[in-house]
């Protein structure tokens, strides 16, 4: 039987949750559709999940249509948890985008689109709730023509809107043909000789769905069932089914991980190709360590059963690798398609409530950071602080849930702030030498620093002979360039920068007369690991550094007689509109806020424009603070800016 890894996204309150409920009544897996309102749905499974009625971790369900067996994955729809979007676009065959009849094109479907359409990923488009009041079909088919895509291709029409008897009759009409002969040359032809019949069509329509060169749109409710077999026909006949090779070598993907009822791993992995068995060995994560599988269940009619094997193209869920990352390979690393939306840009402190241990407070952030390694944990020992990086405000309400429901514990938050980065604004070298006050350590190293074009990270170069000294030695001192820079003149991580060795040098393994190896006399890789951050630190500050905020590209739509309302208020966050589309009534503003404005922006834009403003906004780079003092971040480390309270506290002793 073949496979399909479906993937279901949308806008908040589109209605996703719901029509995934209807695709599994209409396949016979449940009897009974589940409510999102009532918090009774197959897929929402965490306890805020149910409450909130919106989708925040991506969960499988597997169904059979036809001759395939579907996949179904069911993803959030509010722009905080996009990071578990990202992780499920790279393990899709399909998707199917899913937009209200009501509320039409929101910023989130623009988001997403945009990402599917950039990975080529076959997507079916589902206009949702055709039976509620206020419900287009044939508006927000031209919305999506105008405002996703212009390869559109309307299936069919929608009769009866806004009432319980709407209905959707599948059919392409004479406008798919327009935008087919757009993209098929073939077919153009066979239309000029008319030959083009509805078999050919069909056939041209499925390939170039396939080749996410078209997308088919179809339209009905969840609720009704309207519309949903038509939906489920273009699923079986326009997606492509997964491909890869059950006797290659085996090679996956892992998209989620979660905690058993015991408290172990288990891991979501999407199979490439190759064919993975209880008991194997197999490599995964960078650096290539090796785990046995000790149990495997596949999705398969409605659940996840137990089985021995899994082979190409199937989600499973793996036990027996405890140190199993999201992200990680499995096998042969596959070709993935990269990262696909910006990292969080945002931070705020954990508090642990009265009764809430630190320790266990601890442990439990750090297993939600190793289901979401992109939601970064720091800890401040000193400070006995643990601050999490977020997308948005509503990941604070998921975490502090999460932590009640799953562990008991019970936290509040400080305001959030933007999580800042830092340039070197020009160039500077520092070198201590061995044997020579005020060096206490047993290492030469001699450190330039310059800065490198935006974007382009860390670089570490040398400028010294590699046989020069050990290997080892080298590596100590790359590895605490790196670490080090995690924190910059203003507390920041250093980036977009050149880190040169300009000098090194050590004594080799020393020892008294009969005697076995004398540290005090020989250098070790724990001299390079005390000296670097202070030669490094010392380059730094001769170098100069510049604190640069992240900044989100905003794309507003508003009512032109609101204008006068809401350009003040966008002045007032240092909003700046970059262009000004005036259509009739509405406007388009497009330009550039500082990522810790958005969210106020967010919660005013509603009252500014009658609730008919849409506003969306995505990272798009960092800028130099300009304006106010310059933000600094604690301290988590020694210090090395401090010679003396960090010698202190590494070597115990200070020199000079």
Partial sequence: MHLLNLGILAHIDAGKTSLTERLLHSAGVIDEIGSVDAGSTQTDTLALERRRGITIKSAVV???????????????GHPDFIAEVERVLGVLDGAVLVVSAVEGVQAQTRVLMRTLRRLRIPTLIFVNKIDRRGARYDAVVRSLADRLTASVVPMGTATALGTPAARFTSGPGRAALEVLTRHDDDLLAAYVDGTADPSRLRAALARRTRQARVHPVYAGSAVTGAGVDALITGIEELLPAASGDPAGPVSGT????????????????????????????????????????TAISVFDGGTDARADTVAAGRIARLWGLPDIRIGDAIGVPHAAPGRHFAPPTLETVVVPAAGTGRGALHQALTQLAEQDPLIALRHDEPRRETSVSLYGEVQKEVIEATLADEYGLEVTFRETTPLCIERPTGSGAAVELI????????????????????????????????????????????DTVRETLGQGLYGWQVTDLTVTMTHSGYYPRQSHAHQGFDKSMSSTGQDFRGLTPLVLMAALRRAGTQVHEPMHRFRAETPTDTLGALLPVLSAHRAVPGTTDSRGPRTLLEGIVPAARVHALEQRLPGLTRGEGAWESAFDHYAPVRHGTLPERPRTDHNPLNRKEYLLSVVRRVTG
């Fill in 435 to 478: 044997g020579k006050d005020p060096n206490p350590f047993l290492a030469t190293v001699g450190l330039r620093v310059d800065p490198a074009p935006p974007g382009s990270g860390l670089a570490f170069r040398l400028e010294v002979e590699l046989g020069s000294m050990p290997y080892a030695f080298f590596r100590a001192v790359e």
């Fill in 62 to 76: 597997s169904f059979p249509v036809g001759g395939i067996t579907v996949n179904l994955i069911d993803t959030p």
């Fill in 254 to 293: 892992v998209f989620k991980v979660e905690r058993g009822p015991a408290g172990e791993k288990v891991a979501y992995v999407r199979l490439f190709t190759g064919t993975l068995r209880t008991r194997d060995r197999i490599p995964f994560g960078p650096a290539g360590q090796e785990g046995k599988v």
